[in-house]
């Protein structure tokens, strides 16, 4: 039988609601009703009141590769980024670790445009606009120093030129010589004693093409920087300045190591020495000139770090080709034609061995080049947010889920009052 008919065929009357008897129930209720609302959307102003609160500073960047976009929003949360933005700021507690970090940041990407949109939240307002261009400056800062890595490329041509035409002199004057000393190719002495000298010419050779690499490197960040200032007589002085407290640091390095107060002493004066060219080059709210200025510096730290990489690697290659000097003396046995041939063997050997490796990092260089060519602008510096514009906990959506699950709650009190009048 039907559960809702009664047993003489009529349809129960449990399951249908009186509007009407609820309507006066409710009315006769209303006072509490209304109070019920009331509790609830008082104790969501309590958690309004009391819960932490959170600011959020935007910047927007632009890349000049909209192709690059994905690839900024993960370099940005990497630890490599995060680490160096967390010894940026000054935290006014403990600071977090690089994970802890990567929770406060958002980072966006319109559809279809080159634009990012950086978020950083902090309970303090300074700190998360501190946040935001820390980050940002570490990823433009990383992207300098990569960048300056591969300046040399082009100043690479002419060093490759002049080698390219000294190894073929090189080898034009070996071969000659050989030509008019048939015998001497295969003379057992000759033949041992150039087994004893590749290790030398191997070494030499190398160093030979750091040193080269090195200079190239060195020309060619210098040129960068030249073409950067634009002639400016301040900038230029700033720069040459930056380069010489470069270089200094380095020497400072090798002499004490990392952390000493030496180095840290250099490191405040390349510091000060960065903000006055920033602020020279112009205001950070320009699009271009913070990246011109990360830019210039790195330019200048790579100039003077491979000035010192030239100068000791042409130091050890000396000191490599004086040792081979002293052992080819202790060797018996050598005629003067001999000792001519070993010497226009390992140095024609050793200018062709420069000119394939120079020639090899120019082609890596030009790689490594082309991945680096994207720009990063800021279009909007980071905002320094202000009280009342905090994102966590909004007010408007936390009184109305009180006063949602008020309405909630003293509707079902209705019903229960309604029940009891039946």
Same mark, same amino acid.
């Given at each position: 039988?039907?559960?809702?008919?009664?047993?003489?065929?009529?349809?129960?009357n449990?399951? *249908?609601?009186?509007?009407?008897?609820?309507?006066?129930?409710?009315?006769?209720?209303?006072?509490?009703?209304?109070?019920?609302?009331?509790?609830?959307?008082?104790?969501?102003?309590?958690v309004?009141?009391f819960?932490?609160?959170?600011?959020a500073?935007?910047?927007?960047?632009?890349?000049?590769?909209?192709?690059?976009?994905?690839?900024?929003?993960?370099?940005?949360?990497?630890?490599?980024?995060?680490?160096?933005?967390?010894?940026?700021?000054?935290?006014?507690?403990?600071?977090?670790?690089? =994970?802890?970090?990567a929770?406060r940041?958002?980072?966006?990407?319109?559809?279809?445009?080159?634009?990012?949109?950086?978020?950083?939240?902090?309970?303090?307002?300074?700190?998360?606009?501190a *946040?935001?261009?820390?980050?940002?400056?570490?990823?433009?800062?990383?992207?300098?120093?990569?960048?300056?890595?591969?300046?040399?490329?082009?100043?690479?041509?002419?060093?490759?030129?002049?080698?390219?035409?000294?190894? =073929?002199?090189?080898?034009?004057?070996?071969?000659?010589?050989r030509?008019?000393?048939?015998?001497?190719?295969?003379?057992?002495? *000759?033949?041992?004693?150039?087994?004893?000298? =590749?290790?030398?010419?191997?070494?030499?050779?190398?160093?030979?093409?750091?040193?080269?690499?090195?200079?190239?490197?060195?020309?060619?960040?210098?040129?960068?920087?030249?073409?950067?200032?634009?002639?400016?007589?301040?900038?230029?002085?700033?720069?040459?300045?930056?380069?010489?407290?470069?270089?200094?640091?380095?020497?400072?390095?090798?002499?004490?190591g990392?952390?000493?107060?030496?180095?840290?002493? #250099?490191d405040?004066?390349? #510091?000060?020495?960065?903000?006055?060219?920033?602020?020279?080059?112009?205001?950070?709210?320009?699009?271009?000139? #913070?990246?011109?200025?990360?830019?210039?510096?790195?330019?200048a730290?790579?100039?003077?770090?491979?000035?010192i990489?030239?100068?000791?690697?042409?130091?050890?290659?000396? #000191?490599?080709?004086?040792?081979?000097?002293?052992?080819?003396?202790?060797?018996?046995?050598?005629?003067?034609?001999?000792?001519?041939?070993?010497?226009?063997?390992?140095?024609?050997?050793?200018?062709?061995?420069?000119?394939?490796?120079?020639?090899?990092?120019?082609?890596?260089?030009n790689?490594?080049?082309?991945?680096?060519?994207?720009?990063?602008?800021?279009?909007?510096?980071?905002?320094?947010?202000?009280?009342?514009?905090?994102?966590?906990?909004?007010?408007?959506?936390?009184?109305?889920?009180?006063?949602?699950?008020?309405l909630?709650?003293?509707?079902?009190?209705?019903?229960?009052?309604?029940?009891?009048?039946?």
């Amino acid at each position: 039988m039907n559960q809702n008919m009664e047993p003489n065929g009529q349809e129960s009357n449990e399951d *249908i609601i009186d509007l009407g008897l609820l309507a006066r129930v409710m009315w006769k209720k209303k006072l509490r009703l209304a109070a019920i609302v009331a509790l609830c959307v008082a104790i969501s102003g309590l958690v309004v009141l009391f819960m932490p609160k959170q600011y959020a500073s935007t910047t927007l960047l632009q890349l000049r590769n909209i192709n690059e976009t994905q690839t900024y929003i993960k370099l940005m949360k990497t630890h490599t980024i995060l680490d160096d933005a967390i010894s940026r700021v000054g935290w006014k507690g403990a600071a977090p670790d690089a =994970d802890a970090l990567a929770q406060r940041l958002a980072i966006r990407n319109p559809k279809g445009t080159s634009f990012l949109e950086v978020v950083a939240k902090s309970g303090d307002p300074a700190e998360a606009q501190a *946040i935001a261009t820390a980050v940002v400056d570490s990823t433009r800062d990383y992207q300098a120093e990569h960048a300056s890595q591969t300046v040399y490329v082009d100043a690479l041509d002419e060093h490759i030129r002049q080698v390219k035409k000294d190894a =073929d002199e090189a080898a034009a004057k070996f071969l000659a010589y050989r030509r008019d000393h048939p015998g001497l190719a295969e003379n057992g002495d *000759i033949r041992l004693s150039t087994n004893r000298m =590749d290790g030398y010419d191997n070494a030499a050779a190398e160093l030979a093409s750091k040193a080269e690499a090195a200079k190239a490197q060195r020309d060619g960040a210098l040129e960068e920087i030249t073409k950067e200032l634009r002639e400016n007589p301040e900038r230029k002085d700033l720069c040459d300045q930056l380069v010489t407290a470069a270089a200094d640091r380095a020497e400072r390095v090798q002499a004490s190591g990392e952390g000493s107060d030496d180095v840290a002493a #250099a490191d405040a004066k390349i #510091a000060e020495l960065e903000r006055q060219l920033r602020k020279s080059i112009g205001s950070t709210m320009d699009a271009d000139s #913070a990246t011109k200025g990360s830019r210039i510096s790195g330019l200048a730290k790579a100039a003077a770090q491979a000035a010192i990489e030239a100068d000791l690697a042409e130091v050890s290659r000396s #000191a490599v080709l004086d040792q081979k000097k002293e052992d080819l003396v202790s060797l018996e046995g050598l005629s003067p034609d001999m000792e001519t041939y070993l010497s226009l063997k390992s140095d024609a050997e050793m200018k062709a061995y420069l000119h394939r490796s120079l020639a090899e990092k120019r082609e890596n260089g030009n790689i490594q080049k082309t991945v680096n060519a994207t720009y990063l602008a800021t279009v909007d510096a980071p905002n320094l947010p202000q009280p009342g514009s905090e994102v966590l906990p909004q007010k408007k959506p936390f009184l109305a889920a009180g006063a949602a699950i008020g309405l909630l709650l003293a509707f079902g009190y209705s019903l229960l009052l309604y029940r009891k009048e039946l």
